[in-house]
């Protein structure tokens, strides 16, 4: 299949990529929000963007929780508070749980809302069938998408720093999953590197029937893979997604580089995210024929 088509001609890929409009390379232009970013700093530099020209007035961020690298899910209303939620937390911070109360005590019109593709399948299906969401579906104005290959639990992650890695999580600096390992990062320079057969076995079974590596129902989808370190690969997916991305190249927010320039590039994540569909698309079907005579659900195919 050609991957490189006009860049603003609507590209209709196979199921793998998702629709998207542009896909390009990009680094936030802003040297503080880099230092902290977990590749480009795409998603805290459209959202500061966003709130600064009042497209969003709060964004549902992960921040610091109560343990060290334990997400928690909040609204940020400011760039200062925005600042704080940069970097990959490996394990779940369930986003979407803020969605209603946004527009409720928090009084937001218009919610910008970062996630990992199920939690964009979630906002999409809510505002499509708003259950319990009354007021929700016109207020999402922004949802940026991180490609996610899976997620583990806060425990799962705890076992692999300071079983696995011998770190203790408050001397981390980083986590990355990237070039076939699991990289932890301590404050003191130490560099140790997992392999990923190491932590299979954590991975939260929730994930192994997810048929969507990046973010295809988002707005504007962001992840490591296919660009160089510090870089991230963009795709630009929705009318919505394009105007908002147009607005803030044109005032300086990113350096871009075409896709096509770049190594990998769209090759691998193409190849990342046929992986993960075909390996969890069998785990859909092998849930069919589980027990003898009777299987499990399958939340693609809805009740019967
Ligand atoms: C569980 C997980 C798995 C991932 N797997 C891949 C992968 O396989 N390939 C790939 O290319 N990229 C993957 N990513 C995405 C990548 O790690 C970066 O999040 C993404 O590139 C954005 O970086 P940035 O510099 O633009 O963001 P930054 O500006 O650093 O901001 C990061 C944003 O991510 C949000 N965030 C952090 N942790 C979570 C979380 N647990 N759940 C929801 N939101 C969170 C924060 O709120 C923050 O707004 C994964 C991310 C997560 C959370
Ligand atoms: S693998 Fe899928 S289900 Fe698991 S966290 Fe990532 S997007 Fe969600």
């Not at 992650?157 to 079983?163: I, N, S, Y």
């Not at 192994?208 to 490591?224: I, W």
């Amino acid at each position: 299949m050609p991957l490189m088509r006009h860049s603003n001609e609507v590209r209709e890929m196979a199921g793998e990529l998702g629709k998207y409009k542009l896909c390009v390379s990009a680094r936030s232009a802003d040297k503080a929000i880099l230092k902290k970013a977990q590749d480009g700093g795409i998603v805290t530099q459209l959202f500061k963007f966003a709130l600064e020209e009042g497209i969003i007035d709060g964004a549902i961020v992960a921040g610091p929780g109560d343990e060290p690298w334990r997400p928690r899910p909040f609204i940020a209303t400011t760039v200062e508070e925005l600042m704080t939620s940069s970097g990959t937390k490996y394990n779940i911070s369930p986003q979407v749980s803020w969605i209603k109360e946004a527009t409720r005590s928090f009084g937001l019109d218009k919610i910008g809302i970062v996630g990992t593709p199920c939690q964009m399948q979630a906002v999409r299906k809510g505002q499509l069938y708003p259950v319990g969401l009354r007021d929700v579906p016109d207020k999402i104005k922004l949802a940026i998408g991180i490609f996610c290959m899976e997620n583990f639990s806060y425990q799962s992650v705890k076992q692999l720093v300071e079983d696995h890695a011998a770190m203790k999580m408050e001397a981390v600096k980083k986590m990355e999953i990237g070039k076939g390992k699991f990289w932890v990062y301590g404050q003191r320079g130490q560099v140790v590197q997992l392999p990923l057969k190491v932590t299979h076995k954590y991975e939260q079974p929730g994930c192994h029937v997810c048929l969507d590596y990046v973010a295809n129902l988002a707005d504007v989808s962001t992840g490591s893979v296919g660009s160089p370190d510090g870089w991230s690969t963009v795709f630009v997916r929705t009318r919505n997604g394009d105007d908002i991305w147009s607005k803030a190249i044109a005032a300086g927010c990113f350096e871009t580089k075409p896709i096509e320039q770049v190594k990998p590039g769209l090759e691998l994540v193409t190849k990342l995210a046929t992986e993960k569909i075909t390996k969890n698309q069998k785990t859909v079907e092998e849930r069919a024929k589980f027990g003898v005579n009777k299987g499990l659900r399958n939340p693609y195919l809805g009740p019967k």
